[in-house]
């Protein structure tokens, strides 16, 4: 299938037109018309080659928070048919057969999981290409239903940014009377709060504004605490069940452990790589703990969404041409967005492509 794209060459160029093949149809697999995606930070850090854990494979097409129609269908699918409203997140594959896979966490799979850019498929090794693009095809297994009552213009971001937030408030039994700080109001933290508060916790956004507090309490938080306040952090001392860290470059946790109660956890779900080191004093003595986790698997990932239907809890977004994409990404790095961008794939026209 031929379809249209924006692409980085390289690590140094703009994102641009780019026509590309998408495989012909397996009997599992589901062809899909994109209507939204997502922008995600990690877009910009892959597209950068940031990562050297994870080498760019360019030409690089980004895009992992996806909704859109099935187009057509293979012979074997049963769960999907032309026409229904679906998602695609962070993967597309899996082995399918490892004790993780075998648990519903594919993206813990033993062999590697087939990420939905920058990877390689499992079947025939070609490099795997994401969302910012006119149409996708995924194997069955992968490919979720979109609940009719989300708006389908928002609900791009919940397949990143939501079920990034959703899982480790889930893996902590987040409920009612569960003491949630979330550090952090952007992409991420934004959505940590919703799903905290719509867990029934009693959530507090870390922030080093003063000026968030407003923005913070509408999303659904009940208190904010300033962490360039020292008498405030020292007063907010073993005061959380569960910490959410979502800040997305390298940073010092020393200020936050303090924060966390007995046998409490910090989360990290933000950066990615290299840290700043850490006192080891408030683990040890308050028996505290810090985890990180990647997003969860497909049936959590269906859960999240169904969770976010029945609550109403969708991502606050600012809507952009494909053309914009470039603006979209130094707005990023000016922490410039409220909250999420999300491209409207209609704006991607054949005769814009070479």
Same mark, same amino acid.
């Given at each position: 299938m031929r379809t249209i794209g924006y692409a980085a060459q390289d690590a140094h160029s703009a994102l641009a037109p780019y026509s590309f093949d998408r495989r012909d149809l397996r009997a599992d697999d589901v062809a899909i018309d994109i209507l939204y995606c997502g922008v995600c930070h990690s877009d910009l850090h892959q597209t950068r080659g940031d990562w050297d854990w994870a080498p760019t494979l360019y030409p690089c097409v980004?895009?992992?928070?996806?909704? &859109?129609?099935?187009?057509?269908?293979?012979?074997?699918?049963?769960?999907?048919?032309? !026409?229904?409203? %679906? #998602? @695609?997140?962070? +993967?597309?594959?899996?082995?399918?057969?490892?004790d993780q896979c075998q648990a519903h966490e594919e993206t813990l799979c033993r062999q590697g999981v087939t990420v939905t850019y920058n990877g390689r498929d499992r079947r025939d090794g070609q490099v795997t290409y994401g969302g910012y693009s006119k149409h996708i095809v995924v194997r069955e297994s992968f490919v979720l239903k979109v609940p009719a009552?989300?708006?389908?213009?928002?609900?791009?971001?919940?397949?990143?940014? &939501?079920?990034?937030?959703?899982?480790?408030?889930?893996?902590?039994?987040?409920?009612? !009377?569960?003491? %949630? #700080? @979330?550090?952090? +109001?952007?992409?991420?933290?934004?959505?940590?709060?919703?799903l905290a508060h719509g867990m029934g916790a009693h959530v507090t956004v870390i922030s080093r504004s003063a000026?968030?507090?407003?923005?913070?309490?509408?999303?659904?938080?009940?208190?904010?605490?300033?962490?360039?306040?020292?008498?405030?952090?020292?007063?907010?001392?073993?005061?959380?069940?569960?910490?959410?860290?979502?800040?997305?470059?390298?940073?010092?946790?020393?200020?936050?452990?303090?924060?966390?109660?007995?046998?409490?956890?910090?989360?990290?779900?933000g950066q990615i790589g290299a840290m700043e080191g850490f006192d080891s004093a408030p683990l040890v003595f308050g028996r505290r703990k810090v985890t990180g986790t990647p997003v969860g698997g497909i049936a959590q990932t269906q859960e999240m969404l169904d969770f976010c239907a029945e609550?109403?809890?969708?991502?606050?977004?600012?809507?952009?041409?494909?053309?914009?994409?470039?603006?979209?990404?130094?707005?990023?790095?000016?922490?410039?967005?409220?909250?999420?961008f999300v491209i409207d794939m209609a704006t991607l026209e054949a005769s814009s492509v070479p």
């Open positions: 980004p895009g992992h928070e996806i909704v &859109g129609k099935v187009s057509a269908v293979g012979s074997a699918v049963t769960g999907h048919k032309v !026409g229904d409203l %679906v #998602a @695609v997140g962070c +993967l597309v594959d899996s082995c399918g057969e490892c009552s989300l708006d389908m213009a928002r609900a791009a971001p919940l397949l990143c940014a &939501g079920i990034t937030c959703y899982t480790p408030l889930r893996a902590l039994n987040v409920g009612p !009377g569960t003491r %949630v #700080a @979330v550090i952090g +109001l952007g992409g991420l933290g934004h959505m940590g709060v919703k000026g968030k507090a407003a923005e913070a309490h509408a999303l659904g938080a009940d208190a904010v605490l300033l962490s360039t306040d020292a008498e405030a952090m020292a007063a907010a001392a073993n005061g959380f069940d569960a910490i959410i860290d979502t800040i997305p470059v390298k940073h010092d946790l020393k200020p936050y452990l303090p924060l966390l109660d007995l046998n409490a956890t910090l989360v990290m779900v609550k109403g809890i969708l991502p606050e977004c600012e809507t952009i041409a494909i053309q914009d994409i470039n603006e979209a990404f130094h707005r990023m790095e000016r922490s410039d967005v409220r909250y999420r």
